[in-house]
């Protein structure tokens, strides 16, 4: 019998994908306000 | 995928392409008034910060593959599918510390190309330039297909007038923009992605729980859940490695590490691939649910929109619409700035022209944007191949060039002999593999080969390069001044 992921890994990978594709957004607002601030924007 | 059964009506479609068209055509527009000469349009003026270096970085490794092929790898190769799909960011994490010391050492550098001429010499550096070149026309040619369809899949606009809108618009705003133009739109177009991403995932996680997921994969798909999976395991360091080439050698990123403020640039691709790390498997989950779901999929590469079409109905296809008609501007923009500077840079005024004015070379640039987005135009109308042929044929080729851009930003021993065999040599065997054995297979031979050529060679060599001879701005300064060639370090090969 071939071993399977279970589902709690599954989970965790799905969700924590999800959660960190959203805080990336958030982080590049923060980063843009940040660069905006310190007028190094390009 | 018929008209039919596309989720949104033409006029939908057409209004979502006119509405985004318009503004990245506005904003390319807008701020490409900074670009005033050749730097500023080619490099955005050398000091773009971490907010938008990131952006840039992330949104344009997020072409429309990584949204319709992850879903296809979760599909058919399951968890180790989507995960292979996320190794092409360790590409990122790894150019993170060379885009530093490529700054570093070209304080003044336009193009990869002008790095691999002054680093190894003219026969390597033009074998470097097709490689480069019939990458770049793949990933070009393969987004502007991905584009045509995915466009008539959801919104039953044809393939020819989809496809051609998209690179028009692409066209239009890299051509009065430039890279000012390619990095303000890609800012916004990374959150645009990531938000659709992540509502797309959300939504679905809303109908489908993944209790139910995984036991109907257990009882119905079991390989996809299977820790054991040779081929899917085969392709994850196949990808890694595919994804390794298409970065450290393709003038995308290398333009994008001459364009980054000094202090930047290893910060912002770091950050990009942690930012891009989990898109593949947040994007490519949905592929797992069409099983659960029992939605019938003839084609593997609607998967994403397919099933995001049945689960969200028109809200999620407009959504889907929107995130893939960003994710290709992201990236077609990006390719038709860094492969017209190559163009421009390496082959026009380098190889053909080499007192051309800074005025005429802007033009030149202009001229082979539009000419590229012919090209790219004219490939993609017979609609041939299946997308990933089209983008993993190049793997090969790019896997080659890996070792010889490592070695040469790093060993003082690598000679142009080494690089010019490596690269040569791996990609024969990497096109032998691809179609002897597979494409799974293609790149990982393509690197070994040419790591073992460029290790020998560089083991053997006497070479001690001057890295000072790769800031070509000094060796023109001297040159004008009259100061000895010497002085500045001729490069030893």
């Known amino acids: 019998m071939t071993a399977l992921f279970p589902q709690g890994f599954l989970a965790v990978l799905v969700y924590g994908a999800l959660t960190a594709s959203g805080a990336g957004g958030v982080l590049l607002l923060l980063l843009l306000a940040r660069d905006l601030k310190n007028r190094r924007i390009w | 995928m018929s008209e039919a059964a596309a989720v949104l009506t033409p006029s939908t479609g057409w209004v979502l392409l006119a509405v985004f068209g318009v503004l990245w055509v506005a904003l390319g527009m807008y701020w490409g008034r900074k670009a005033k000469d050749l730097e500023g349009f080619m490099l955005a003026g050398r000091n773009v910060g971490l907010a938008l270096g990131t952006a840039t970085a992330m949104a344009t490794w997020v072409t429309s593959n990584t949204v319709m092929l992850a879903p296809k790898f979760a599909l058919q190769m399951g968890i180790w599918g989507m995960l292979a799909y996320s190794t092409a960011s360790f590409g990122l994490f790894l150019f993170a510390p060379m885009a530093q010391r490529i700054r570093r050492l070209m304080p003044r550098g336009f193009t990869s190309g002008d790095f691999i001429r002054l680093r190894y010499g003219r026969p390597a550096w033009a074998v470097f330039l097709i490689i480069s070149f019939v990458y770049s026309m793949a990933w070009l040619v393969s987004m502007g297909m991905a584009g045509g369809i995915v466009l008539e899949a959801l919104s039953g606009i044809d393939y020819r007038f989809g496809m051609s809108v998209i690179l028009l618009v692409c066209v239009v705003y890299t051509l009065f923009g430039g890279l000012y133009a390619v990095i303000g739109t890609d800012f ?283 800031d070509e701005s000094a060796l023109e300064a001297a040159v004008e001044t009259g100061a000895p060639a010497g002085s500045r370090g001729a490069a030893t090969r």
């Open chain 2, 188 to 470: 916004i177009q990374s959150l645009v992605i990531l938000a659709g991403i992540v509502i797309v995932g959300a939504v679905v996680l809303s109908r489908i729980d993944l209790a139910a997921i995984h036991g109907n994969l257990v009882a119905e798909q079991p390989a996809l859940l299977a820790v054991a999976m040779p081929v899917a395991l085969l392709s994850l360091f196949n990808n890694m490695f595919f994804g390794f080439g298409e970065v450290f050698h393709n003038n995308v990123w290398w333009s994008r590490a001459f364009a980054m403020n000094r202090g930047v640039a290893h910060k912002a691709f770091g950050l990009a691939g942690l930012l891009w790390f989990p898109i593949p498997v947040a994007a490519g989950f949905i592929g797992l649910c069409a099983g659960p779901l029992g939605i019938n999929v003839p084609d593997p590469d609607m998967v994403g929109p397919l099933v995001a079409g049945k689960v969200l109905g028109g809200a999620g296809a407009v959504v889907v619409f929107v995130v893939v008609f960003c994710s290709l501007a992201s990236s077609i923009d990006s390719l038709l700035a860094a492969t017209s500077d190559l163009l421009t840079e390496d082959v026009y005024r380098k190889a053909l022209r080499p007192k051309s004015s800074q005025a005429h070379l802007r033009r030149v640039s202009s001229w082979v944007i539009v000419g590229l987005g012919i090209a790219t135009w004219a490939l993609c109308m017979p609609r041939l191949g299946d997308l990933i042929q089209v983008l993993f044929l190049s793997g090969p080729l790019v896997a080659s060039a890996i070792w010889p851009v490592v070695g040469g930003l790093y060993w003082r021993r690598a000679g142009g002999g080494a690089a010019l065999a490596a690269m040569l040599a791996g990609s024969a065997a990497g096109l032998t593999a691809y179609f002897s054995l597979g494409w799974f297979t293609a790149s990982l031979i393509s690197a070994a080969v040419s790591a073992v050529v460029m290790g020998l060679g560089t083991a053997t060599s006497r070479a001690d390069f001057d890295w000072s001879a790769l």
